[in-house]
């Protein structure tokens, strides 16, 4: 596997070795001792995650304030563009965010640490996105920041309005939200 950093340090852009021809592909998914050895992390997940979405569907930004959870997240099937956001105040990164695409032709995953703020949006006709954390899902810890606060910027490549629950149209501007020390 190849890791790359990202713009934030320790946000990791994942590239599995892919074993393809004629017949489809094989690569390793997750292999604890190779992660540690690429990385230097050695996450316990507990907890195993799928979500589909449907095409212009926005998720996020969420995290935990209490039994916050590092991620592993991968996409099956489709494409979705992954943002983690810093939410640590004493971080020299805060407030500030990260995007790749994830696909499944692409097979790359994204370790998105606990002190995060993470979310997608889907760019395909809908995507499945399997992710691994660190913690439990906790409901009475989560918090959501507004996808689309000026204070951070993200960039997404929408085409419209995006498609948002309940939840994610009230996120909280990053000044107003309860964040990490």
Not at 24 to 35: I, M
Not at 164 to 169: I, P
Request: glycine content about 8%.
């Amino acid at each position: 596997m190849q890791v790359n950093s990202t713009a934030i340090p320790e946000v990791l852009l994942i590239e599995p070795k892919v074993f393809g021809d004629a017949r489809g592909f094989f690569f390793e998914s997750y292999n604890e001792r190779a992660f540690a050895q690429a990385t230097g992390l050695t996450p316990n997940f507990v907890q195993d995650n799928h979500s589909r979405s449907a095409q212009g569907v926005l998720r996020g930004l969420h995290y935990q304030i209490r039994q916050p959870q590092g991620k592993l997240l991968r996409v099956v099937r489709g494409s979705v563009f992954d943002v983690a956001v810093d939410v640590r105040r004493s971080s020299p990164t805060f407030g500030k965010w990260v995007g790749v695409e994830l696909s499944e032709n692409n097979h790359r995953q994204l370790w998105v640490p606990p002190g995060f703020a993470h979310g997608f949006l889907v760019t395909s006709e809908s995507a499945d996105v399997l992710y691994k954390t660190t913690d439990y899902y906790a409901p009475e810890h989560e918090r959501c920041i507004a996808w689309d606060d000026p204070a951070i910027g993200i960039q997404w490549p929408l085409a419209g309005a995006p498609q948002l629950s309940a939840k994610d149209r009230v996120g909280l501007l990053l000044a107003q939200a309860e964040t990490f020390a």
